[in-house]
């Protein structure tokens, strides 16, 4: 009678028994502290090849780093998943800080170890990639090669680290604590609450306009009140990377975030290309929408209002069947890694309080497994994140053939297996509704994706581009910011903004990210990447799930160029390649449009 269905509760016992309170986990740990010690002894004693035969003395230090990464992962993950599972575990914040020691303090041996090989002379660099034992790592290696190449000296490069935790990382934080300090005061519901940014940000998808504005205003007023400091610590943060580069000999603010996503200029210029000269059906579907909510023109604390509320729900039982379905439509190792994750209990979906927002999936290499993170209340968009989520899961599941340095791979990749499996089960969903209205919501999720990353995204990439020119030449005032803003979102928005908002340079963390330089573009290439994928999916059926998982093998071994030409024969730095991608979500804009015109 009882029908045992999947836990909705994963199972962290099989990697550390115990919790955070965990003596495995802590004997892990201390075993942990003891290998990287190790690992730093054999760096002190490392010196630059002078030969081929000292490949073999590289391979042993390759294989120290990686099985001590591997189980610093493997805790860090754990870890992870205690506190996102329960926010208020405070053993597992107390071991998050002791992990954040141990990697920083392994982050810096790394890389002692790739400064001293980086030395090594050209002729035997050559001949050391072509051993038995480095060949796999030819990429990697030239890469690290070229990375300390332009970079200073390791003693002005250790300068620079040192001073950058005050002198940069401190302006990051300095945002953390101004945003962490604004409260709003709102009546919702007829009750005065007092909320934080986060909260009052997700006001923005309410269906009651007054609503919708009053937290945009009251969230604009806030910004607006402490300007002065965002643009300073805009402004300071900026500063210290255009020095730094500058010292470096790097004329442009886009080679670093370049490089770590191994993308060249070209590719980048040829995405934008296309999404510029592809506006105008975006423009229309925001006209439109903005008919629908009863307007002329769209506001910008409209663009997440819902047209129509998606009714469609499904039980997490229902939810995972009908997303196995899908996947067994694409392939049947998708299919049964993802019934295996659900057997297995690799899945945190319970709606419970105490459990961080938000969705995540996290691997653990020692045990080759990954989890899933999440919280399910049964609406479409929570099986899609769910599928999202599985696609990560996917990812690490096709590089586990690969050695564990081969499998680093860039943010501009990192979601084209989740995006893809997404794409799946959304398609699915749109042809599966059973109503109009329902469609046009399912639809209009998908749109939505589009605008953020074609419009939205577009904006932020136009304002960082132009505000770093600007910062080439002073300080850059908080008036002026709000201006280069307001620009931005009326082009990248392709006009269709009534009121724009011209703070959002404050409002928007990623711009104070400091471990990662424009924290955007990665995102539209990560999206317009896995849709070409899924159209040549779509095209070549069930066969292609072979190609897909060499293809997903090879994401941190080359550049996007040479992947997108080896396993697609596509050549992205084509302006025409991207132009396919963004056709694909045209349709969804022209579907969209037709049964709303039919329902209006
Ligand atoms: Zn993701």
Known sequence: MTKVGYSQVWDLDVFFAGGSESQELRAHLDASKEEINIVEEKVAKFHTPVSADDGKKVFELIEAIKGTAINLREAGAVIGCF???????????????????????????????????????????????????????TFILNEWREEVQMKLSEEEESLITALSVDG??????????????????????????????????????????????????????????????????????????????DKRGWDSVLQEPLMRNRMSQETLDAMWSAISANKEPFVSYL??????????????????????????TMEYEEGAEFILEQFGKFGPELEAFSRKAFNESWIEAEDRPNKRPGGFCTGMPKSEQSRIFMTYSGSMSNVATLAHELGHAFH??????????????AMGVAETASTFAEMIVADA??????TNEEKVALLEDKVQRSVAFFMNIHARFLFETRFYEE??????????????????????YGGALNTVHPHFWAS???????????????????????????????????????????????TAVMSVEDLAMKHLGEDITKVDFWEKGVALCVKD???FLKIASKEG
């Open 83 to 137: 506190l996102a599972a329960n926010t208020k575990d405070k053993k597992a914040l107390i071991l998050q800080g002791e992990m954040g020691a141990l990697s920083a303090k392994f982050a810096n041996i790394q890389l002692r170890f790739k400064q001293t090989l980086a030395k090594t002379d050209a002729e035997v660099w050559q001949s050391l990639l072509e051993t038995d034992e480095l060949s796999q790592f």
């Open 168 to 245: 940069y990382q401190g302006w990051g934080q300095l945002y953390d604590q101004l945003v962490g300090d604004i409260e709003i005061q709102m009546t919702v519901n007829g009750e005065e609450k007092s909320l934080s940014v986060g909260q009052a940000n997700n006001l923005s998808s309410n269906k009651n306009e007054e609503i919708r504005k009053e937290a945009f205003e009251k969230l604009t007023e806030a910004w607006k009140s402490k300007e002065d400091f965002f643009a300073s610590a805009l402004n300071h943060l900026a500063g210290f990377r255009l020095a730094v580069y």
């Open 287 to 312: 006209s439109a929408k903005a008919k629908m909510i009863g307007k002329e023109k769209i506001d910008w604390y409209d663009l997440d209002a819902p047209v129509t509320a998606s009714t469609k």
């Open 396 to 409: 690490s599941y096709a590089l586990r053939p690969v050695h564990y340095m081969n499998r680093q791979y």
């Open 429 to 434: 969903a749109v042809k599966a509704a059973e």
């Open 471 to 492: 910062r080439k030449h002073g300080v850059v005032p908080a008036a002026r910011l709000n201006e280069l803003m307001e620009e931005a979102q009326r082009e990248a």
């Open 508 to 554: 928007k963390l990623h711009f104070y990210i400091t471990n990662t330089p424009f924290y955007n573009f990665p995102y539209t290439f990560g999206y317009l990447f896995s849709l070409s994928i899924y159209a040549k999916a779509l095209a070549e059926g069930e066969n292609f799930e072979q190609k897909y998982l060499s293809l997903l093998r090879d």
């Open 589 to 591: 804009v022209e579907e």
